[in-house]
Structures are given as structure tokens and as C-alpha cells.
């Protein structure tokens, strides 16, 4: 299953718009379990540059587009809200879908 990763960055000083922010967003697109598997939602990281998020989506099989529909649509909001809001979403394959790109298969 495809893995989603959702990296955001903002400055110290607006900290607290973007927890207002995020609670907006979230209460207007709520996680969607038939979707996707949190794996990791909203951890953050105080840097010397401001805060950097992180959120790891377990996407189930047939329903990346999907996900991704729900996930570009948050991440729009979300920068609409918080104008100094820097955020990168990444797909990857788990290795049972790269394998067969390459001719192998994954050991059972």
C-alpha cells in the first residue's frame, strides 16, 4: 500500500495560527478511515528556524487518488489560512508494489 507523507513548515511566530488553523482544517475535512491509516498525525518539532509537522498516511489498496484528493484539499485550506505555512506531500510505494517494477517479488 502506498504511503503518504505530509511535511509542513511555519515560523515560531505563527505557532498558534496555524493550531487554530489545523483544528479548522481538520473539522472541515475529518480523517477518513475507509481512506487511509494514520500512522503519525500532527507531530511537531521545535527548530531554530520555526516548527516543522509531520503526518504519515497508510493508504489502502485502490484508494491513493482518493486520498490524495482529500489530502490536497486540506493542504489548501491550510495554506490559505496560514499565509507563511511551507508545506511538501510525498507518495511512496511500499515494497510489495516497487518489487514487480524491478521483475522481483517480496519474500512472503
Not at 24 to 46: G, Q
Amino acid at each position: 500500500m502506498p504511503i503518504v507523507l505530509i511535511h509542513t513548515r511555519w515560523p515560531h511566530s505563527e505557532a498558534e495560527a496555524v493550531g487554530k488553523a489545523y483544528l479548522e482544517v481538520m473539522k472541515k475535512y475529518p480523517a477518513d478511515k475507509t481512506l487511509y491509516k494514520p500512522v503519525v498525525s500532527a507531530c511537531v518539532k521545535a527548530t531554530t528556524e520555526g516548527f516543522k509537522g509531520l503526518a504519515v498516511d497508510d493508504v489502502k489498496e485502490g484508494k491513493l487518488q482518493e486520498t490524495l484528493d482529500l489530502v490536497y484539499r486540506r493542504m489548501l485550506m491550510f495554506g490559505n489560512l496560514v499565509k507563511a505555512l511551507k508545506y511538501e506531500i510525498e507518495v511512496f510505494m511500499a515494497g510489495v508494489e516497487a518489487m514487480p517494477m524491478v521483475g522481483l517479488k517480496m519474500p512472503e
